[in-house]
């Protein structure tokens, strides 16, 4: 079982800067864990993907991102980031990390971390 912990979120003016960090419990390198990554869910709105980078370090995000947001990751593959600049009110949701085992499919999430961005 893999945990995950996110943290980071706030309240910040809109185009202010956020950086969320998702930690991952050791276990999700002997989970076989390939691609991680943020999504988010925006009251009553369907939960999408933000942005996602794999074990080869290759990344990918949403049209919305509009190269605002980067996506990182450390090395021990224990850590990842998303950075946000120039957050929108629209920004605003619950952000999950992500983490999954693309082969297996098996997948788990965070318990989100809550992202306002005020006009």
């Known amino acids: 079982q893999v945990q995950l912990a996110e943290s980071g979120g706030g309240l910040v003016q809109a185009g202010g800067s956020l950086r969320l960090s998702c930690a991952a419990s050791k276990s999700s390198a002997r989970a076989n864990v390939n691609v991680m990554g943020w999504y988010r869910q925006a009251p009553g709105k369907q939960r999408e993907l933000v942005a996602v980078?794999?074990?080869?370090?290759?990344?990918r995000y949403a049209d919305f991102v509009e190269g605002r947001f980067t996506i990182s990751r450390d090395l021990a593959w224990n850590n990842v980031y998303l950075q946000m600049n120039s957050l929108k009110p629209e920004d605003t949701a619950l952000y999950y990390c992500?983490?999954?085992?693309?082969?297996?499919?098996?997948?788990?999430w965070g318990q989100g971390t809550q992202v306002t961005v005020s006009s």
């Open positions: 980078i794999t074990n080869g370090a290759n990344t």
């Open positions: 992500n983490a999954k085992n693309s082969y297996t499919g098996a997948t788990y």
